[in-house]
């Protein structure tokens, strides 16, 4: 049995934060070629060397001249200058001749052979840029904890600063800690589809984020699960050139978890878990004087930890600022639950729904590392709450700026594989359109339909008549004007493992003994599908191994039974292909896009209609399998 600890105590983000700021810098300062400099953050702040412009330069193409000496000329009385002595041609950007004051622009001078008539007097340095127009010698150009961008370096390069004094890179070390872990590129694909290696990444995660902020990361070897080689390890890294070290999974409580009892053994034990979620299991110490952070395995975990802790560590050393994100009000499509005791980070999609912003939670698994690449923005939800209601607006963090989700149609419903296909395509057609989706069921999208909190819903809810959607419509969406669209027709059937080892060959199957199934969540169509052949049958729900374990997609289905956590589960044919599992067909179904009336002429909703319509996506939809697409595109049934 193995051994369990606890957590000391739970601290709050904050206190842990602040534990970790008050390790003190040890970047020094550095001067570095300005054409290095790029990504560096000032040390000290940067003084001009140099004035700009450091002389009086033309700002036009045309004649040099002393401004007095133009004076009183008009078209009536022009006055005519000799080049050479009265008039000089500059060129722009040139210094102008001692004695000289404005310049006259070349359109406006009538030119002879050695003279130049002017018809119009200029005033003192008109068309001159003056000596430290732009900077004066002495002048802060930038302060100190400027991050050296490519604009940064041209204003540096105008003022003469041409060896900036920045902080020393801080330099990190992380050690990936787990017997089961393997580095990317080292697994063998039939020891990771069996799971005895899992792939390491959160060292590439956490490099790129160090390496935003103007650090160095170095990998070392993963640490495999024992106590003396993580303390021989760590105490490595704290003797060595590094300013952070980072160590990676075990920072938890179970019984192969030695991060916090190493902190402990070799130096000082300061946060054993954090009030967050996910990123609870974060340790803190300090080790040979330097800080020792302590990573959660999950890589939604670790990130988050790190954004907590490891990034304001880095940006604090170098005199930075921690900035805040910019915020917007958004409207949740439903209520959104929480673990009291706990700030809850949950990354969500956005969509503009008529005047609201939508937001829609995506996966809050601490390993669905799928929510980090594909979030919009971010919703805290306080430690003090159990969750935040769908009747009140939300303040979300935007980690995409907001003109880039304007384009985005929200559709809310039934998950089907064909909608990745037209989000692809709406992408080609307008890089600023989109399809975001959320896969709540058909039940579900009819009912945000209902909130107004969707442009329109995927569905496939078989009525008593046989007939697919409408009855369902006119059940949830009373008053409601929508404009049913058919999207494609396809094939339902049995999912099970290559070669039909368990010779399952109907539903009346699935009641074999020994036969375990994965199901639909509540509210699908496909879950009312088997209930409505399960009753045609008359086989009683409670004698189905497995019947109320539920996956929200095709996929997951396919996924659970290629997995070998079940031998069936109903889905499309698209799904059993992509994952290589054999199927047994049961029929056909309509599969809708229920749009609301009032978005049909919106030009989101006009490309959608459009692309579903055209002869790429019939093709690719087609090419899944499973799929009847004669229809696609067409207004089938219409209620207001």
């Not at 064909?418 to 579900?444: C, M, N, Q, Y």
Request: aromatic share 4%.
């Amino acid at each position: 049995m193995r051994e369990r600890k606890v957590y000391l105590k739970l601290t709050p983000i904050e206190e842990a934060l602040a534990k970790i700021l008050a390790f003190p810098s040890p970047l020094t300062a550095e001067s570095v070629p300005l054409v290095e400099a790029h990504g560096r953050v000032l040390a000290e702040a940067a003084v001009a060397e140099l004035s700009s412009p450091a002389f009086a330069g033309a700002a036009m193409d045309g004649a040099a001249v002393k401004a007095e000496s133009t004076y009183g000329a008009s078209t009536a009385r022009p006055k005519t200058l000799k080049v050479g002595s009265e008039a000089f041609w500059v060129n722009t950007g040139e210094a102008i001749p001692e004695g000289t004051d404005a310049v006259v622009m070349v359109e406006n001078l009538q030119v002879g052979p050695e003279t130049v008539t002017i018809e119009e007097a200029v005033f003192p340095w008109r068309n001159v840029r003056k000596i430290g127009e732009d900077l004066v010698a002495t002048e802060v150009v930038l302060p100190r904890g400027t991050t050296i961008g490519p604009y940064e370096i041209g204003a540096l390069a105008a003022a003469g600063v041409l060896r900036p004094k920045v902080f020393r890179a801080p330099k990190v070390v992380f050690l990936p800690t787990g017997s089961e872990m393997a580095h990317l590129g080292s697994i063998a694909p039939s020891d990771l589809k069996a799971g005895r290696k899992l792939p390491e990444f959160n060292s590439l995660i956490v490099k790129s984020l160090v390496e935003r902020l103007g650090g160095h990361l170095t990998v070392w070897p993963i640490v495999p699960d024992d106590r003396e080689k993580l303390a021989q390890a760590l105490t490595a890294a704290v003797e060595g050139p590094f300013d952070l070290a980072i160590v990676c999974a075990g920072s938890s409580a179970g019984g192969r978890d030695y991060t916090a009892e190493t902190l402990e053994r070799l130096g000082e034990l300061l946060v054993h878990g954090i009030k967050a979620m996910p990123g609870k299991p974060t340790t803190l110490g300090r080790v040979g004087g330097k800080p020792v952070l302590g990573l959660p395995g999950y890589p939604v975990s670790a990130t988050v930890a790190f954004e907590l802790l490891g990034q304001p560590l880095l940006r604090h050393w170098q005199g930075q600022s921690q900035p805040q994100r910019p915020k917007a009000e958004a409207r949740l499509f439903q209520d959104l639950p929480s673990r009291p005791g706990l700030e809850e980070f949950v990354r969500v999609k956005l969509g503009r729904v008529g005047e609201n912003l939508v937001a829609v939670p995506l996966p809050r698994g601490a390993g669905t590392v799928s929510s980090l690449a594909r979030a919009d923005g971010l919703i805290r939800i306080p430690a003090s709450v159990e969750g935040l209601s769908a009747e009140r607006p939300v303040q979300v963090e935007l980690i995409r700026a907001l003109e880039d989700v304007e384009g985005s149609v929200m559709a809310i419903g039934s998950h089907d594989n064909a909608l990745a296909i037209i989000d692809g395509l709406l992408r080609e057609k307008d890089p600023r359109l989109s399809l975001t989706s959320a896969h709540v069921g058909s039940l579900g999208g009819l009912l945000a339909l209902a909130k107004g909190a969707a442009h329109l819903a995927g569905c496939h809810l078989l009525g008593s008549g046989g007939v697919y959607n409408q009855e369902a419509i006119l059940k949830y969406l009373p008053n409601v004007p929508v404009r049913a669209v058919r999207l494609v027709e396809r094939e339902q059937g049995l999912m099970v493992q290559k070669g039909n080892p368990l010779g399952i060959e109907s539903l009346a199957d699935l009641t074999k003994p020994g036969t375990t199934m994965v199901n639909r969540q509540r509210g699908s169509g496909t879950r009312a599908l088997l209930d409505f052949e399960l009753d045609r049958l008359g086989l009683d729900p409670s004698d189905l191994r497995g019947y109320q374990d539920e996956e929200c997609t095709h996929l997951n289905v396919a996924a659970a039974v290629a997995g070998g956590r079940a031998d069936v589960g109903l889905g499309v044919l698209a799904a059993a292909r992509a994952l290589g599992l054999d199927f047994i067909p049961i029929g056909w179904e309509d599969y809708d896009l229920v749009v609301l009336a009032r978005f049909m002429e919106d030009q989101r909703i006009k490309a959608l209609l459009e692309t579903i319509r055209g002869p790429r996506f019939k093709e690719r939809a087609l090419a899944l399998g499973g799929y009847g697409v004669s229809r696609a595109g067409e207004v089938v049934f219409s209620v207001g």
